[in-house]
């Protein structure tokens, strides 16, 4: 093994050795021929200085820990703390259901037509000044919905959804690269932060409203502060990196289908894994933008639905840390894909019989079943990825296309309740979506890699 600068010679492609085990040699087309290159987020690979910095980084794992989890908090919070305070957004600018579902929609748009220029984003400026401009436009869009405007309010919301992709689609990869051994357990945990945020946030939508007594628009721009909090936290992760800018131009001779990049827009597996995080991230936002207003459609009270609300993000946690685990130690996951699905078609539909007599119920069956499916989603897209590269293209893939069609989702079922006036239509179809995913997701789940 390499100490980290690039090496000659045929055979197996080169590692990186950072002092802690961790490495991977990346196979990519280069000049003049194929060539071997170290680095899977650059392409190109490192020069001396930069391997040092990467022994840096590693050599400090507390210091990157602290900035995923801290990170992965803000991947829901600016989507969750919106819910349960919709029907104050809508009354202050007189918004129809249908326009008050783009306000969850719209992100949820932008967390797809982000992901398409993420990876490129990381490649050209590298993984952790991109997350760090993430964080920073993530604390800017939720401040920008604030401005007494409709249009301020969706252009908010761009900013919030492009934010978040970013984080989305390079997490998975920059977790393959760092921590290519424990890459399910790495996905458990910035999981779980993620919807631990979701939880906190939608928990204390409605008490922060009335604690700092500045109406929805207080509750809301709260959370541009742990925007700028994390990107402080990520900020030493810039500076530990800056080495790795500096590129070498010589790249390290290889053949065979070592040297060529995966092309994940071709492949089934990727179409299957992609579509299982697209239906799956459909239902979840369904939720998100509704499941506050299901109730108080039929007659809870506010403050009670988003109390609820909150309960739900809050035991997606256990699924969503749970399900990585167990996936990570299973050689085909079918049988977790059956489970979340199931548990998931369940609990909505308990939601279209009785939504209150089992409102704490169904809270429970779906966010266990929420959170494992997500969890599941993402592990998926490390597990089908055979080295970082793929896992970065796949996972720009996966959610270019999986939230492009999530968009869907609560756009949907807003047209269809006003059209209806119910939520029985909206919830049906929903059905359908968990009997789809159920399908591809079986079919993802297969052993094999792309």
Not at 12 to 39: A, C, K, R, W, Y
Not at 42 to 61: D, F, K, N, S, V
Not at 219 to 247: E, K, M, Y
Request: charged share 10%; glycine share 12%; aromatic share 6%.
């Amino acid at each position: 093994m390499s100490t980290g600068t690039p090496t000659t010679g045929p055979g197996p492609g080169p590692e990186l050795d950072t002092g802690t085990g961790v490495g991977i040699g990346i196979g990519v087309v280069g000049v003049g021929g194929p060539s071997l290159l170290v680095d899977a987020e650059a392409g190109t690979p490192e020069t001396t200085a930069g391997a040092a910095t990467r022994r840096a980084l590693l050599a400090h794992p507390a210091l990157l820990l602290v900035g995923i989890v801290l990170a992965s908090l803000n991947m829901r919070v600016a989507l969750a703390s919106v819910a349960p305070l919709v029907g104050e957004v809508s009354d202050t600018f007189g918004l129809s259901a249908t326009a008050s579902s783009l306000v969850t929609s719209v992100p949820v748009l932008f967390l797809g037509v982000g992901a398409l220029v993420a990876p490129w984003l990381g490649r050209r400026f590298g993984a952790e000044r991109v997350l760090f401009a993430a964080l920073l436009l993530l604390a800017v869009g939720i401040l920008g919905r604030l401005l007494p405007s409709a249009a301020a309010l969706y252009g908010g919301g761009v900013l919030v959804g492009t934010a978040i992709a970013l984080l989305n689609v390079l997490m998975p990869g920059l977790i393959k690269r760092d921590f290519p051994d424990r890459a399910a357990a790495m996905t458990s945990v910035y999981t779980g932060a993620m919807i631990a945020g979701a939880t906190v946030a939608a928990a204390a939508a409605v008490p922060l409203e009335k604690a700092l007594g500045g109406g929805w628009q207080a509750s809301l721009g709260f959370w541009s502060l742990l925007a700028v909090v994390a990107a402080v936290a990520w900020l030493p992760q810039v500076l530990i990196a800056q080495g790795r800018t500096g590129r070498a131009v010589r790249a390290v001779p290889a053949t065979g289908a070592a040297a060529r990049p995966v092309s994940v827009w071709r492949s089934a597996l990727a179409w299957q894994v992609t579509l299982f995080m697209g239906l799956q991230s459909l239902w979840s936002y369904v939720l998100i933008a509704w499941m506050p207003t299901i109730f108080t459609d039929h007659g809870m009270s506010r403050s009670t639905a988003g109390v609820v609300f909150a309960f739900n993000n809050l035991i997606q946690v256990a699924g969503a840390f749970v399900v990585p685990l167990l996936a990570g130690r299973m050689r085909s996951q079918r049988p977790l894909v059956a489970l979340v699905t199931t548990l998931v078609a369940a609990g909505y539909a308990g939601l279209l019989v009785a939504p209150l007599e089992g409102a704490w119920l169904w809270s429970a069956v779906l966010g266990v079943g929420q959170g494992g499916a997500v969890g599941l989603a993402l592990t998926l897209i490390v597990l089908r990825s055979g080295d970082a590269a793929t896992a970065a293209r796949l996972s720009g893939m996966a959610q270019t296309v999986g939230y492009l069609l999530a968009a869907a989702g609560p756009l949907a079922a807003g047209v269809l309740h006003q059209a209806t006036g119910s939520w029985t239509l909206p919830i049906c179809v929903v059905l359908v979506v968990c009997a789809a995913a159920l399908g591809v997701g079986l079919l993802a789940a297969r052993d094999r890699v792309v």
